[in-house]
């Protein structure tokens, strides 16, 4: 027995099995770990998701959420998987859920933590304009609060005497606040089918407003375009950026207005 014992010690002390050892249980660590990660994002868990699309400041009724099961990887950090965490929320002001969705914190709030307005923001100096649309001009009614768009413009002119079509990029990144019928209504704020899109409503700098307002009448067409999600993520400041139309536009003001104008970019802003 004491020769067998003698052995062991021998074989422990030996450098070459204590290496050997350490790589086994590092290995038999490793493997346990990857298991557990397999098998947490592997294992199907109870998640609840949305049966229908929900709009923006629309309350979160109990038939709008399910719960299903999932692996557990597909579960982010901030996503909520108690239906009683989401029944009687509000989506956010500018976010909209999709049908099958998960729900996420930064989607759903308390009615007293919703702004009691999408314009109580505004920056100083900028005015709210809306923007005629429709279905067709909204991409399927697929423009939504929050969103920055381009807004290009489109008119023709004689050349030679032959008509040419005149079309470009006017301003770009302006920030979407809402989208309403023509009632006035939100047409995301809805339990039933979505309304009809007819303006855009959204904040520029005075001096652009103005120019806005001007275009309406010079015979040409504003038309909105839309972005991809990091052109919202990642938003430039409103600007012009296209003089030409600019001026065009501008050849159809009154003395008036170009006074106004002219002082928004000179002036803090324009009054």
């Not at 294992?43 to 309350?59: F, Q, S, W």
Request: proline share 4%.
């Amino acid at each position: 027995m004491g020769s067998v014992l003698i052995a062991i010690k021998r074989f422990l002390k030996n450098r070459n099995t204590v290496t050997i050892l350490a790589i086994i249980a590092s290995l038999g660590v490793l493997y346990a770990a990857y298991h557990f990660r397999i098998k947490k994002a592997t294992d199907p868990v109870n998640v609840a998701y949305a049966t229908k699309e929900i709009g923006p400041r629309t309350l979160i009724t109990s038939d709008m959420v399910a719960i299903k099961k999932v692996p557990g990887g597909v579960v982010k950090g901030n996503a909520i998987v108690n239906k009683n965490s989401i029944v009687g929320k509000y989506v956010s002001n500018d976010a909209v859920i999709p049908k099958n969705s998960l729900f996420y914190n930064d989607m759903v709030v308390e009615w007293d933590d919703m702004p009691s307005s999408e314009f109580e923001n505004i920056k100083d100096c900028y005015t709210v304009y809306a923007l005629k649309v429709d279905s067709e001009t909204t991409y399927g009614n697929s423009i939504f609060p929050g969103n920055y768009i381009d807004l290009y413009y489109e008119t023709s002119k004689v050349v030679n005497k032959q008509p040419v079509v005149w079309f470009g990029k006017f301003i770009e990144s302006i920030q979407v606040l809402s989208v309403t019928d023509s009632q006035g209504n939100n047409v995301f704020e809805t339990n039933g089918d979505p309304k009809t899109p007819a303006h855009l409503l959204f904040a520029v700098p005075n001096r652009v407003f103005r120019l806005l307002k001007i275009a309406e009448r010079s015979g040409g067409k504003i038309i909105p375009v839309q972005r991809n999600s990091n052109y919202s993520k990642n938003p430039k400041e409103t600007r012009i950026v296209n003089s030409t139309i600019e001026q065009h536009i501008r050849s159809y003001a009154v003395n008036d207005e170009l006074f106004q104008l002219d002082k928004a970019e000179t002036g803090r802003c324009s009054e």
